[in-house]
């Protein structure tokens, strides 16, 4: 097949044509898609966008290897569809489905089914988004699809305005200008998008949100296939547009333009304001708060928010609660966590007993509404409609509090409080008096249960016989792998669902401390990318730990293996990076408290049935209050060749030295080589300084696995390699955060050059504390806790 320019591919129907085309006054040419059936040309996907063609001698063929490629007159390649060879076709074929899908598949392939295309041009969207298409993330493969908008009429290169799917905990599409968040449409609350009442039902589309473990999108359908609707994102302006195109005056209409008002603008009013757009100013302060600085929020800055009237008394009775607000726009999600199967109820009672849960509401509002999401932090980007919209539980002081009062009015007569007050003030004897001897009651009770060992671990709890029946009493051919803690077995209960049982050797302190820490924490952390922990039997002196069963075991036996590690493609690996990237990600920002790992590494990252990667052992991990970024300890604990130095030395850990660590495993995972001990080198280099002397020399692709030679991307593995440096810089605040290193992965933006990276200590006293892991394939792994500085 060959296309050269002058020619173009007509869909089955004619409604689509691809060929060879100049946007506005522009001399360049390019290849894109259009409507055939659309006397305006109007372009809806372009190939090539930033390599442009400066004459008409090109065209698009299909290369030896299978790919779509557009190659110049003298046959370089200007464009291509990147497949591996692991995935080259027998006999490919080219066609442009009827909905403007340009496909590449397999001849004898009659179905049409996006699972069996071998490259699509819906993965790779422009700025236009057709019916169909999706916005947002294939979790199996990391592919982020976001829109984004031509520089200007002439010229379709990639602007600075773009929209996507930011995933977390309570996913939502948000609007960037650059790297600057723009607008958000607010999370999908199972009516629409929070902030977006306008896309309710109406009768020319129809719209899904699918959030489940594969994927995360958005998409839309329309109702009449003879109306032709799209969406469009708009650079002159910034707006995202739906037009319509009106045969009769052969015009594109203007349907809806977002953001539409001046409170579509992100986080306008700060914490806590909310933007009314009716209301003179637009933002005001919720009821029961107060401007930060009267100063600047009389001056029209709004940007320091409000702040309560007076101060939260936490969990103590009588003193804090929470206050309904109606027709509100839902928080900013960074930090969220959410329960699809909870009532309203529990909902509440779970937000109460956490002091770092702000708010809380229903996650879908259908009907009754139903299911639980939290917030964590200030609550930001708020508005509040005239007609639409939904409850928000705010906590706060209990004078300010009456739930399932509307929250929005303005503040109660003054007689109530008074009132109030009064009776508050003449029983205040008597209820501090009760709540003190609720208080030391229950300490007391928790006392006793503590020293029997049956400490409340909001896990489910198995009783030993199950635990023994399941694992065989425990035999050898059971038997995972084994570490500080103790030995991990396989297991099998009745009911079929396969296990991972750690069980704590009697005597181990280390073991006891880490067996403690993890349950704590594996009650409280909920992620796809994290290992979920089943439940936990405690029976005399018998403590154990179940999780779900990882059948690939863990990353380190694919990784450094020589036969296995063939298995583990660049697809596969890429895979895993992005996964390990979305864990740290919930661990650093998302999860209710911050999580310091502190024992990130190949073995502690197992690999389900479809080679995902999930985050394990959290037996040496700390928690961090929300605004705490750093800790300092004593017991030096990890594993060498992962630690970052300021930790190794100085015994400072932060959410920068995980990162140091990550940049250390994406290193391994790249390279297929361990962080310490490489082979077949004159030096005495750390994978580190292996991986630096490359970059110095120009030719870091040296460091890439060999056996990864037909599926490397090489400028994703570029990429890679690039953001390993950065990770493992020598100083904390040189070190992106995980949040920056997502956006890094998912965006072709120019990175910053690394500096000399920080060289882990050759030089170490250490004694052999074993970290713990489910295989027996990784070596050498200690965890230290003493240092003789170089």
């Not at 996907?45 to 290369?63: C, G, H, Q, Y």
């Not at 569809?81 to 074929?93: E, F, H, R, V």
């Not at 109702?223 to 609707?229: L, T």
Request: charged share 20%.
């Amino acid at each position: 097949m060959s296309l050269p320019d002058g020619k173009t591919l007509v869909s089955d129907d004619g409604t689509f044509e691809l060929g060879f085309f100049n946007p506005g006054t522009s001399l360049n040419r390019y290849v894109g898609i259009w409507f055939k059936t659309v006397p305006v040309r109007t372009v809806v996907w372009v190939a090539n966008r930033e390599k442009p063609i400066n004459d008409n001698s090109s065209m698009l063929i299909i290369s030896q290897q299978g790919n779509l490629v557009l190659v110049s007159q003298n046959h370089s390649i200007i464009w291509s569809t990147n497949l591996t060879a692991t995935t080259k076709p027998l006999s490919p074929i080219v066609q442009l489905l009827n909905n403007g899908n340009l496909v590449l598949k397999e001849e004898n392939d009659n179905n049409n089914n996006e699972g069996s295309f071998l490259w699509q041009s819906f993965d790779y969207p422009s700025d236009t988004l057709l019916p169909e298409m999706k916005v947002g993330w294939d979790l199996k493969t990391g592919l982020n699809r976001r829109l984004t908008a031509w520089k200007s009429w002439d010229d379709p290169s990639p602007g600075e305005f773009s929209c996507g799917i930011v995933l977390n905990n309570y996913p939502e599409p948000l609007m960037w200008k650059g790297t600057i968040v723009y607008h958000r449409d607010g999370p999908w609350n199972g009516l629409g998008f929070s902030g977006t009442p306008a896309q309710r039902p109406n009768p020319l589309f129809e719209y899904k949100f699918v959030n489940n473990a594969d994927e995360v999108y958005y998409s839309y359908k329309l109702k009449n296939w003879s109306v032709i609707s799209i969406l469009v994102m708009n650079e002159s302006l910034y707006l995202r547009q739906r037009i319509t195109w009106i045969p009769e005056s052969k015009t594109w209409r203007i349907y809806q333009s977002v953001p539409q008002d001046g409170c579509d603008a992100y986080n306008l009013c700060g914490a806590y304001g909310n933007c009314i757009v009716d209301a003179s100013p637009v933002c005001q302060c919720l009821a029961g708060f107060e401007p930060k600085s009267s100063k600047n929020w009389n001056a029209m800055d709004w940007t320091d928010g409000c702040v309560q009237n007076k101060p939260i008394s936490c969990r103590v009775k009588g003193k804090d609660g929470f206050q309904r607000f109606t027709g509100m726009k839902a928080p900013a999600t960074t930090h969220t966590w959410v329960n699809e199967s909870m009532t309203l109820k529990e909902c509440n009672a779970k937000c109460s007993e956490n002091c770092s849960c702000t708010a809380y509401a229903n996650s879908d509002v259908n009907a009754s509404g139903s299911g639980c999401v939290l917030w964590f932090g200030d609550l930001i980007d708020l508005k509040q409609f005239s007609d639409v919209g939904q409850d928000l539980y705010i906590r706060m002081a209990v004078l300010e509090t009456s739930e399932g009062i509307d929250g929005n009015a303005k503040d109660k007569k003054k007689t109530t409080l008074v009132i109030t007050f009064t009776l508050l003030s003449v029983a205040g004897i008597l209820f501090l008096f009760v709540i003190s001897y609720i208080y030391w009651t229950k300490r007391k009770l928790r006392e006793e249960k503590d020293e029997s060992g049956q400490e409340d671990l909001e896990l489910p709890f198995f009783d030993l016989t199950t635990i023994v029946n399941a694992t065989n009493s425990f035999s050898n051919d059971k038997k995972l792998g084994e570490g500080g803690f103790g030995p991990v077995y396989k297991g099998i209960l009745v009911d079929g669902q396969e296990i991972a049982v750690k069980r704590l050797s009697i005597g181990s302190h280390q073991g006891m401390h880490e067996f403690k820490n993890e349950v704590i924490l594996c009650a409280k952390l909920q992620h796809r990318n994290l290992v979920k922990v089943i439940g936990c039997c405690i029976e005399g002196d018998e403590k154990m730990l179940v999780y779900e069963y990882m059948p690939n075991k863990s990353l380190d036996s694919f990784l450094f293996d020589s036969a296995k590690s063939k298995h583990l493609d660049w697809i596969k690996r890429f895979n895993v990076i992005n996964g390990i990237v979305r864990g740290l990600l919930y661990l650093h920002h998302d999860s209710r408290l911050r999580i310091i790992h502190r024992d990130l590494k190949a073995s502690n990252v197992l690999l389900d049935n479809n080679m995902n990667p999930k985050i394990s052992d959290f037996g040496l991990a700390r928690m961090c209050g929300g605004d705490q970024v750093e800790g300092n300890t004593s017991r030096i604990v990890g594993t060498y060749g992962y630690m970052a130095p300021e930790y190794a030395i100085h015994g400072l850990f932060s959410i920068k030295s995980d990162v140091f660590s990550f940049g250390i495993l994406l290193l391994e995972i790249v390279s297929g080589m361990k962080s310490k001990g490489l082979p077949n080198t004159s030096q005495s280099y750390s994978l580190i300084g292996h991986a630096w002397k490359f970059w110095k020399d120009g030719v870091p692709m040296k460091l890439i696995d060999s056996c990864l030679e037909d599926s490397c991307i090489p400028t994703q593995a570029f990429r890679c390699i690039q953001i390993g440096l950065l990770c493992v810089q020598q100083y904390p605040d040189d070190r992106p955060n995980m949040a920056s290193v997502a956006v890094m992965l998912s965006s072709e933006n120019s990175l910053p050059q690394p500096k000399e990276p920080g060289f882990m200590i050759e030089k170490m006293s250490f004694e052999g504390e074993s970290s713990s892991k489910l295989t027996s394939s990784s070596v050498n792994e200690v965890t230290i806790s003493i240092l003789d500085a170089r």
